[in-house]
């Protein structure tokens, strides 16, 4: 299975910060990558898509970039509705996974 | 309106057995895979296993550490998806997320999961 390794686990930031998140693959998965956003007690929510694509209705804050093995989701300027906890998930091989998460706090 | 509504949830002794129940509206359920995504109290979110569509012949898949206890079907005359869950363990307890997977007319179909349920708590516990 490839593994997804996402850093840093948890992030403090304020209102206004530009934060960066990065995954990395063991292995190249192409541009087939996801990013998603998960707030308590509530299920996910799909954020971008095939790295760089921007999934309908999100903000235009949130940008992925990268490819092969190494990908980063950047917030631009983090808002109170954005601490949660995001997720990066590989849908190249057959056996689906996801990294181990960042937790992003109020600093 | 796309809507997952997850089924079936509960208490189960370790051993025993599960069926959770997806009920699919507002898309072309054959249109689509089906996977279920499980977390854990507190951890991450875990792939659990894949439904394929008709142009793949609804074959299946799952993750390492629920093969050969898990079966993923699905109904396509009910827009529904199901998990059977046998010998249930501890480690098993999680909330259990239906999924939309990739749209595949067929042909290789990678794509990110869309739209998610609720969930429903599946604890295992004596």
């Known amino acids: 299975d490839i593994q997804m390794t996402q850093f840093p686990s948890t992030l403090s930031a304020s209102v206004g910060d530009r934060v960066t998140i990065t995954c990395r693959a063991s292995q190249s998965i192409s541009e087939e990558l996801a990013w998603y956003q998960q707030k308590p007690e509530i299920a996910p929510k799909l954020l971008i898509y095939d790295a760089s694509r921007l999934q309908s209705g999100v903000s235009s804050r949130f940008s992925g970039s990268g490819s092969g093995t190494e990908f980063t989701l950047t917030i631009s300027s983090l808002q109170p509705g954005d601490f949660a906890t995001y997720y990066c998930?590989?849908?190249?091989?057959?056996?689906?996974?996801f990294g181990g998460g960042t937790k992003v706090e109020i600093k | 309106e796309v809507q997952l509504v997850e089924s079936g949830g509960g208490l189960v002794q370790p051993g025993g057995s599960l069926r959770l129940s997806c009920a699919a509206s507002?898309?072309?359920?054959?249109?689509?895979?089906m996977d279920w995504v499980r977390q854990a109290p507190g951890k991450g979110l875990e792939w659990v296993g894949r439904?394929?569509?008709?142009?793949?012949?609804?074959?299946?898949k799952y993750a390492a550490s629920v093969e050969g206890r898990f079966t993923v079907s699905r109904d396509d005359s009910r827009n529904s998806f199901y998990l059977q869950m046998n010998s249930l363990q501890t480690e098993d307890t999680a909330v259990y997320f239906c999924?939309?997977?990739?749209?595949?007319?067929?042909?290789?179909?990678?794509?990110?999961?869309?739209?998610w349920g609720r969930g429903t708590l599946v604890t295992v516990s004596s």
């Open positions: 507002g898309f072309t359920f054959t249109d689509y895979y």
């Open positions: 999924v939309r997977g990739a749209f595949c007319s067929g042909g290789r179909c990678p794509g990110p999961f869309d739209s």
């Open positions: 439904s394929r569509n008709r142009p793949h012949r609804y074959t299946t």
């Open positions: 998930q590989q849908y190249n091989d057959y056996s689906l996974t």
